[in-house]
C-alpha cells in the first residue's frame, strides 16, 4: 500500500519513525489541525526501558512496563500507527519506504532509538544476550532461570561453577541494575527453593573498563555503588577489558571467566537504519544534528534521543536518557507546529531556537532499599536514594497507566474493557520457522 | 547423575512425574515421613490451565496464571524437585529414564496431563496451534494480535477479510472461551484502537463436529451458550467436521473458510511418553487404570489426572478436569502413606479402595459477564453464572497466591523477596537455534 494515500490530502504529512521515549512525546506534543500524523514502529507497544532490568530478573511481568501504542493514542484523531519496519529513507525524495511501500513526508521525525553495540564483534551476542527490548529480557531471564534449574540436577562441579557464575559486561546504569537484581534473586528470592545447590553461593563478577561505576554520575556515587555492590557479593572488577566471549566464557587480559551467563551491557550504537543517511555521524553511528535537532542539509528532517550526537545550547553533550528524547520530542514538536501554522497565514517562517537541555538529575537502582541519585549539586545514596527512585518511577508507571491499573486489572478488563497486557512478545520471532510467522 | 543418589537410602522413593493439578495435590497430601519424593515436569512452573485462554487473548500475563514449582513447595522438607523430562520408564526395573539417568522408584505416580490431539493429522498444528502451554498461549496472543495489525495496513480486501476472521475448531468450555474472548477483544477492548479498519467487523466462526456445545453440560445450558455467543457476534456452527487444515484456509464439507487464525480447541490425547507402557489404553492413548488408578499389573504405580481413562466406583467416566485429577491425587496419597505406614509397623498391606469422584459442578465462561454452571440439579446462566465463575477462580487464584499479591507485587518482592514473576516463559524454545538454549 501506499501509506500517504488513506490521508487527507490537504494537510501536511508528518512522518514518525519509532515509539519510545521521543516519539511518543513528539506524538502527543503535535497536535496541528494542519498536518497527518503517521507513526511507524516495529513493536506495538512503548516500553518503559528503564525498568526493562526488573522483566529481565523477574521482578516484573512485561505487560507491567509496556503499554501498547494504540492504547496511549486511542481516539487522537489524524494519528495513523502502523506496526511496521521502516526500511529505507529517501531525504531528497522526501519517502520512507515500509514494506516495501511508499510514505511520503513533508516532515520527518527519526526517534529510533539505539541497538546494543559489541565493538566490532557481533559474533559476541549470541552468548552475551543486550537489554533492549522484551524479546532481550525475556531471553535473559529464561537462561538465568534455566542455568539455576539446571545446577540443581549438576554433578560435575565445574559444570555447577559455570552454571552458576553470573558475568555483566559494563558499569553503566544497565549493569549496575542487573548485577543487583540478580544477587537479590539468587541471594535472597530463591534461597530457600532448591535442595542440593543453594542459589546464594552463585558467583556474580561485574565488568568495567573504565576507572569506575556510573561514569555519569559524580565519583562519590560511583565509589557508593560499588561499595554497595561488593556488600551484595558481587565481584566488582573496574579498569578490566573483556578481550572474547565464547560459549562458556568471558576472556579478560590474561584470565578466563568460566561462565554459562554473561549480560551485555557495554555499548549502544545507532541502529543499521541510519547507516546509509548522508548526514554526519560519530563512532557510534549517532546523527550530527543541527542545534534546532535537524539534520545538516535537511531541515524539515528531525532526529532525537539515543541517535542523536548533540552538543545543546550550553554547549553540553544531551545524555543517552529518556529525559533528552523527551525534551527533544517537545522541542521539534514547538517548531513544526510554528512552522506549519506560520505557512498557513503565509507569514514568514519563525526563527528555529537551538534545543537547551534541562537535566532534572540521575539515578540508578543497585539493588533492594539501595539506589544513588543526583539532583543538580545534592547526591543521595542508600534507602533514601531508593524511595526516591522508587517515586519517582512508580509516577512514571501510573502515568502509564501500568501500575494502579496492575491492582485491579482483571476485573477492570470486564468493566472497562481494558486488557492491560495486550502486548506483542516473542523471543526472536525471526528465529522461528517461517510457519510459524503469519502469512501477509 | 543418578537422581536416587542424594537421597535418604533407610527411606522409599516416591517418583511424581508431572506438577499439573494432580501430581501438586498429590505432593501437597502426600507428607509420609518414611519416604523421599522426587518431582519432574518439564517446566518450572504449576500452570492455571482454566485460565490459559485468557493469556491467550491478552486478558491475563503468564505469571498471573503461573506459579513456580519451587515457590509452592519451598521448604517441604524429602521433596527433591526437577525441571527436566522423562524419558522413559522402566515399570518392571523400576526405574525412570531422565536427561540419560536412572531414577529408581519404589513407588510412581504419573500425572502427565494431556496434549493436543489432531486425529491422525500433526501437520495441521503449524497453522492451528492448540492451547495447552503458556508457549502456545503466547503463540496464538502474537498471531491474534499481529493478525489484526497486519489488517490495518492491508488493501487486498481478500487478504484483509482473510486477516480479520477467526476460526475455532471444538466447541467444548476451551473452545466456547476462546471464541468468547475473541469477540469481547475485537468488539470492545480494540474499538477504537485503529484508524484504517474496525476490528468489530471481525468474523468470528467456531466450530463444534456434534450436535451441540459444551457436550458435558445439561442441553440448556449448551443452548444457552450457543445463543449468547451467537448474541456476541460469533458465527456457531455445529454438526460440522473439519476435513482438512492449510495455510489461509479450513475445509469443511463443500466449503472453504479463508482465515489467517486458527486456533484448535477439538481433542486430546495422552502424551508420547505413555505409548510404549505394556497396559490399556483407550483410543485416546489414556491409561485404563485399576479402580484404585493403579496400572493393572503394577500395583506400585499410579497414574492420574487427563492421562487416565477410569470408570468409578459409581461406574461414570471420571472427567478430564482439574477437580478429577486434583481428587485422585489425594487419593492415591492416602494409598501410599497407609501402605508405607503398614510396612514400617509390619501390619498387614490394608486394602485399597476403589476411586470415587464427587462432582462438585461445572462451569465455562462465555464473555463479558456471561457464562454457564451445574450444581449438582442447579443450572445457571448469564451474570449470575459468570459472578460464580469468577468468585470461584478468584479463590482458586489466591490459594495460589497471585491474585492479591498482584497487588502489591512489586513492592512485596522487595519487602519479602519474592518476586511474583518468575516463571520459564518460552515460545518454542525447541525451535531457536541451538546456540540460544544454554549449554549443559
Same mark, same amino acid.
Given at each position: 500500500?501506499?501509506?500517504?494515500?488513506?490521508?487527507?490530502?490537504?494537510?501536511?504529512?508528518?512522518?514518525?519513525?519509532?515509539?519510545?521515549?521521543?516519539?511518543?512525546?513528539?506524538?502527543?506534543?503535535?497536535?496541528?489541525?494542519?498536518?497527518?500524523?503517521?507513526?511507524?514502529?516495529?513493536?506495538?507497544?512503548?516500553?518503559?526501558?528503564?525498568?526493562?532490568?526488573?522483566?529481565?530478573?523477574?521482578?516484573?511481568?512485561?505487560?507491567?512496563?509496556?503499554?501498547?501504542?494504540?492504547?496511549?493514542?486511542?481516539?487522537?484523531?489524524?494519528?495513523?500507527?502502523?506496526?511496521?519496519?521502516?526500511?529505507?529513507?529517501?531525504?531528497?525524495?522526501?519517502?520512507?519506504?515500509?514494506?516495501?511501500?511508499?510514505?511520503?513526508?513533508?516532515?520527518?521525525?527519526?526517534?529510533?532509538?539505539?541497538?546494543?553495540?559489541?565493538?566490532?564483534?557481533?559474533?559476541?551476542?549470541?552468548?552475551?544476550?543486550?537489554?533492549?527490548?522484551?524479546?532481550?529480557?525475556?531471553?535473559?531471564?529464561?537462561?538465568?532461570?534455566?542455568?539455576?534449574?539446571?545446577?540443581?540436577?549438576?554433578?560435575?562441579?565445574?559444570?555447577?561453577?559455570?552454571?552458576?557464575?553470573?558475568?555483566?559486561?559494563?558499569?553503566?546504569?544497565?549493569?549496575?541494575?542487573?548485577?543487583?537484581?540478580?544477587?537479590?534473586?539468587?541471594?535472597?528470592?530463591?534461597?530457600?527453593?532448591?535442595?542440593?545447590?543453594?542459589?546464594?553461593?552463585?558467583?556474580?563478577?561485574?565488568?568495567?573498563?573504565?576507572?569506575?561505576?556510573?561514569?555519569?554520575?559524580?565519583?562519590?556515587?560511583?565509589?557508593?555503588?560499588?561499595?554497595?555492590?561488593?556488600?551484595?557479593?558481587?565481584?566488582?572488577?573496574?579498569?578490566? !577489558?573483556?578481550?572474547?566471549? %565464547? =560459549?562458556?566464557? $568471558?576472556?579478560?587480559? &590474561?584470565?578466563?571467566?568460566?561462565?554459562?551467563? *554473561?549480560? #551485555?551491557?557495554?555499548?549502544?550504537?545507532?541502529?543499521?537504519?541510519?547507516?546509509?543517511?548522508?548526514?554526519?555521524?560519530?563512532?557510534?553511528?549517532?546523527?550530527?544534528?543541527?542545534?534546532?535537532?535537524?539534520?545538516?542539509?535537511?531541515?524539515?528532517?528531525?532526529?532525537?534521543?539515543?541517535?542523536?550526537?548533540?552538543?545543546?545550547?550550553?554547549?553540553?553533550?544531551?545524555?543517552?536518557?529518556?529525559?533528552?528524547?523527551?525534551?527533544?520530542?517537545?522541542?521539534?514538536?514547538?517548531?513544526?507546529?510554528?512552522?506549519?501554522?506560520?505557512?498557513?497565514?503565509?507569514?514568514?517562517?519563525?526563527?528555529?531556537?537551538?534545543?537547551?537541555?534541562?537535566?532534572?538529575?540521575? !539515578?540508578?537502582?543497585?539493588? %533492594? =532499599?539501595?539506589? $544513588?541519585?543526583?539532583? &543538580?549539586?545534592?547526591?543521595?545514596?542508600?534507602? *533514601?536514594? #531508593?524511595?526516591?527512585?522508587?517515586?519517582?518511577?512508580?509516577?512514571?508507571?501510573?502515568?502509564?497507566?501500568?501500575?494502579?491499573?496492575?491492582?485491579?486489572?482483571?476485573?477492570?478488563?470486564?468493566?472497562?474493557?481494558?486488557?492491560?497486557?495486550?502486548?506483542?512478545?516473542?523471543?526472536?520471532?525471526?528465529?522461528?520457522?517461517?510457519?510459524?510467522?503469519?502469512?501477509?
Amino acid at each position: 500500500m501506499n501509506f500517504s494515500n488513506d490521508l487527507d490530502p490537504t494537510k501536511k504529512v508528518v512522518a514518525v519513525v519509532g515509539a519510545g521515549f521521543g516519539g511518543l512525546k513528539f506524538c502527543k506534543a503535535f497536535r496541528s489541525p494542519l498536518a497527518e500524523t503517521v507513526l511507524f514502529d516495529r513493536q506495538n507497544h512503548h516500553l518503559f526501558q528503564p525498568l526493562l532490568y526488573q522483566v529481565a530478573t523477574a521482578g516484573l511481568s512485561a505487560p507491567e512496563i509496556a503499554q501498547p501504542v494504540r492504547t496511549i493514542f486511542a481516539g487522537q484523531l489524524r494519528l495513523s500507527i502502523y506496526m511496521d519496519e521502516v526500511e529505507a529513507i529517501d531525504l531528497s525524495g522526501q519517502n520512507l519506504v515500509v514494506d516495501g511501500q511508499a510514505c511520503h513526508f513533508d516532515y520527518l521525525v527519526l526517534a529510533v532509538g539505539a541497538v546494543t553495540s559489541y565493538f566490532g564483534h557481533p559474533e559476541w551476542e549470541q552468548h552475551a544476550p543486550g537489554l533492549k527490548s522484551l524479546a532481550d529480557a525475556g531471553r535473559i531471564r529464561n537462561d538465568v532461570l534455566q542455568a539455576i534449574e539446571h545446577a540443581e540436577a549438576e554433578i560435575d562441579p565445574v559444570a555447577l561453577r559455570r552454571l552458576l557464575t553470573f558475568v555483566i559486561v559494563g558499569g553503566g546504569p544497565t549493569g549496575v541494575e542487573m548485577a543487583g537484581a540478580i544477587a537479590d534473586l539468587t541471594k535472597h528470592t530463591m534461597r530457600r527453593d532448591f535442595r542440593r545447590i543453594d542459589p546464594a553461593q552463585a558467583r556474580i563478577v561485574l565488568i568495567e573498563a573504565g576507572p569506575r561505576l556510573l561514569a555519569a554520575f559524580h565519583p562519590t556515587l560511583s565509589e557508593r555503588a560499588r561499595r554497595d555492590l561488593t556488600q551484595m557479593g558481587v565481584e566488582v572488577r573496574l579498569n578490566t !577489558m573483556v578481550r572474547g566471549v %565464547r =560459549a562458556g566464557e $568471558v576472556q579478560l587480559d &590474561g584470565e578466563i571467566l568460566p561462565t554459562d551467563n *554473561i549480560v #551485555w551491557a557495554a555499548g549502544l550504537q545507532a541502529p543499521p537504519l541510519l547507516a546509509k543517511l548522508p548526514v554526519p555521524k560519530d563512532r557510534a553511528g549517532r546523527l550530527q544534528v543541527a542545534p534546532d535537532c535537524s539534520l545538516p542539509g535537511y531541515a524539515n528532517v528531525f532526529a532525537i534521543g539515543d541517535c542523536v550526537a548533540l552538543k545543546d545550547a550550553k554547549g553540553l553533550q544531551v545524555p543517552g536518557v529518556a529525559q533528552g528524547a523527551i525534551q527533544m520530542g517537545g522541542h521539534v514538536a514547538k517548531i513544526i507546529t510554528a512552522e506549519l501554522d506560520a505557512a498557513a497565514r503565509k507569514a514568514p517562517v519563525p526563527a528555529r531556537k537551538p534545543f537547551a537541555y534541562f537535566d532534572k538529575g540521575s !539515578m540508578a537502582t543497585i539493588g %533492594r =532499599a539501595r539506589a $544513588v541519585a543526583q539532583v &543538580g549539586p545534592l547526591r543521595f545514596g542508600g534507602f *533514601i536514594a #531508593w524511595l526516591m527512585w522508587l517515586g519517582l518511577h512508580l509516577v512514571f508507571l501510573v502515568g502509564l497507566r501500568n501500575r494502579l491499573a496492575v491492582l485491579l486489572q482483571w476485573f477492570y478488563a470486564y468493566v472497562v474493557y481494558r486488557r492491560g497486557a495486550r502486548i506483542i512478545w516473542s523471543q526472536k520471532v525471526d528465529a522461528l520457522p517461517a510457519a510459524a510467522v503469519p502469512p501477509r
